[in-house]
């Protein structure tokens, strides 16, 4: 096997690193430029005594660099804001001028930073990981590496990195897909989100390729500038020059006309039609759910209070005499109640018996959408119309509704690669 000639950076620091180690007065510590500051902790926790670590520049090794620069005292600077460390200035001649250079170390620390780009980073690797707020993030950075960093420095790292880092995760899938032969499969899924940003509202549009998940196009705007026209814009210019063939929405009344005029087949999403029902349907049944938690509750109160009135005036052979009215009123009482638990018990019925038939109703518009052919979803469609008088006001007004667009609804039992909806 063929040796590799590569330079032992690392061994070669090190060496430097101990010819230059507690020379003078005190502990210093001469550190070439090339050697990461996480030589920095790894001291700090070996020496008992105050250590000062001085940053020389690599190029101190080369003779033409020493001829014309000289040692010009050192600046402080303060390491992830936890350890102080000195950087070595250096004197210099150019154009008959007095000129200085300080130590950089470029490698590991942006310019005009205190904290190494390791520590820079962090913020993002969590994101990476899960969704976490700032403060979050600036209590996990702070507990793994011993530090104080402020949650407004997590903020702006990220900040600063996330640009090139999901740009570089851009390139690495555009060569997959290049790699792979990823191309557009004519059926897209077309959504958009309303995102606040500095007290600004913003649109998202995004046009997924609703079979190989590829975005095709996703795009910004001010709220002011959303409007039916640029939908229509945005989907003509995303789909320009590839195959096209069907565009799955939700039901906002105006991509029927614009999808109609591109030409293709409009496929509705089958979640957000049953998303419409249930935001009817719910509050419909969650009330008729706590009538009936608040009917039986009070139910118990008649109940004990029943057993409080029995307790009071024990029941005695036959009727009690006209004469004693405590008698009469108590069985009195625990009539009245008895009739009111009864009536309750009766509404109690009524409303679970509403509540079933609603979910009936609703498990039967399900299966419209699970149906795997056109004739068997029509089936159950008519199972709801043809009775359409007939059913509870919510489910009326839907099959209403349903009616209308029940074709575009449809479109995939008839094309196996159309999507049901435009969840991503």
Known sequence: MKSQNKKPTEIYCVEDLFKYY??????????CNTIS???VDLFAEIMDTELFVIYFDYREYDPEFAKTHVKNGLVPFKLNKKYVIYKQ???????????????????????????????KEQGLMCTKITYASYGSKTEIVNEQFDLK????????????????????KEQEILKQIKKLDIKPSGYYSYDEEFIKISNKIYVRLALIDACTKMIINDELIPKNQFNKEYIEKFLKESTEGIELNTIITDGHRSYPEIIERLGVKHQLCTFHIMQNLMTQLNPYLHKKERSIESLKKSNEKKEAKIE??????PLKRGRPKKSDKKAINNIEKRKKLKREIDENKEKIRQYKAQIKEHIEYKDTIKKIF????????????HQLYDKLEELPAIIQDFIKKLSKKIDKALEY???????KTTIW
């Open 37 to 39: 500051p996480k030589i």
């Open 370 to 381: 699970r149906a795997k052919t056109l004739k068997t979803a029509m089936k159950y469609f």
């Open 413 to 419: 039992t008839k094309d196996k690669k159309i999507p």
């Open 149 to 168: 960093i402020s949650r407004q420095s997590i903020y702006l790292h990220e900040k600063e990195l996330a640009p090139q880092y999901i740009y570089n």
């Open 22 to 31: 507690l020379f003078g007065c005190g502990n210093l510590l001469y550190v």
């Open 308 to 313: 409080e009135l029995k307790s009071k005036m």
């Open 89 to 119: 200035t250096y004197e210099y001649s150019s154009k008959n001028k007095k000129k200085y250079i300080t130590t950089m170390l470029p490698e590991y620390i942006d310019k005009y930073c205190n904290y190494t780009r390791e520590i």
